[in-house]
């Protein structure tokens, strides 16, 4: 080892860069990888512990309105629940369908895929073929033959906005009520009281530095609880107050 260290002399701070990368990639390993507990603290099922139904009761105040809108639409985690209790029935399971299918398509379609995403839409969903065909009560004739006739040209972003609206009513009427009784929307209590848990500086394991800016720096750490990776920024407040940057710091 002695003639390897004359020959290769590591400099100041190299040993600790490379313990620092070194654990960093295996921290990313035991993320990615298919390990029992994937990067998680001994105790994560502690830290991840649902409370009991009855407790989270209190997080209904949270939603602006108990309505359609606001418990699933924008709620990420409301609109992966709301989905497993469509799945349930047939109905609701392609009625459901049509508008995360819809919604991915006016948001998200490039212009080149627009007209094959919008066909692939009306053979899954609308067609008399189709194998998660929305119920008859919810389509309109006049309205199928309009989107059959611009199906044959250049596609419109906005379609199919005229059905997914119909869809989206009925989804916000009984569906919606029952969803509001089952046991995925105390679910979805649950993860709200999970959310409101305060984070500290021991909720994540720090690990290298990424990256240093004016105010601070930036670095890799991984949540105790999930596992996952993330990055961090860590502000350092006399430099903030030195450089009066407060302004800067709230917009970031």
């Known amino acids: 080892s002695s003639g390897i260290n004359a020959e290769w002399p590591l400099r100041p701070g190299e040993l600790e860069n490379i313990v620092a990368n070194t654990v960093y990639l295996k921290a990313r390993e035991a993320a990615d990888?298919?390990?029992?507990?994937?990067?998680?603290?001994?105790?994560?099922?502690?830290l991840m512990?649902?409370?009991?139904?009855?407790?989270?009761q209190i997080y209904r105040k949270e939603f602006p309105e108990l309505n359609y809108e606001n418990v699933v639409q924008m709620s990420p985690i409301g609109r992966l629940l709301f989905?497993?209790?469509?799945?349930?029935?047939?109905?609701?399971?392609?009625?459901n369908k049509f508008l995360n299918d819809v919604d991915n398509y006016e948001k998200m379609a490039p212009e080149e895929q627009r007209l094959s995403l919008a066909q692939k839409i009306y053979a899954e969903c609308?067609?008399?073929?189709?194998?998660?065909?929305?119920?008859?009560?919810?389509?309109?004739?006049?309205?199928?033959?309009?989107?059959?006739?611009?199906?044959?040209?250049?596609?419109?972003?906005?379609i199919y906005s005229v059905i997914a609206g119909a869809v989206r009513d009925f989804l916000s009427g009984d569906p919606f009520t029952q969803y509001m009784e089952s046991k995925?929307?105390?679910?979805?209590l649950q993860w709200k009281?999970?959310?409101?848990?305060?984070?500290?500086?021991?909720?994540?394991?720090?690990?290298?530095?990424?990256?240093?800016?004016?105010?601070?720096?930036?670095?890799?750490t991984q949540s105790r609880a999930s596992g996952k990776m993330y990055a961090e920024k860590k502000l350092n407040k006399k430099r903030v107050k030195k450089k009066k940057g407060e302004m800067m710091a709230l917009n970031e």
């Open 126 to 158: 609308l067609c008399d073929e189709a194998d998660c065909k929305l119920p008859d009560h919810l389509l309109d004739k006049e309205k199928l033959k309009e989107v059959e006739d611009k199906l044959l040209g250049e596609s419109p972003r906005y």
């Open 184 to 188: 995925f929307f105390i679910r979805q």
């Open 49 to 56: 512990k649902f409370a009991e139904s009855e407790e989270v």
């Open 33 to 46: 990888g298919d390990g029992k507990r994937k990067g998680r603290s001994r105790k994560w099922k502690s």
């Open 83 to 95: 989905t497993d209790f469509c799945n349930q029935t047939e109905e609701l399971k392609c009625c």
């Open 193 to 220: 009281q999970l959310e409101k848990k305060p984070i500290g500086k021991h909720t994540f394991r720090h690990y290298r530095v990424l990256g240093k800016g004016g105010f601070g720096e930036v670095c890799a």
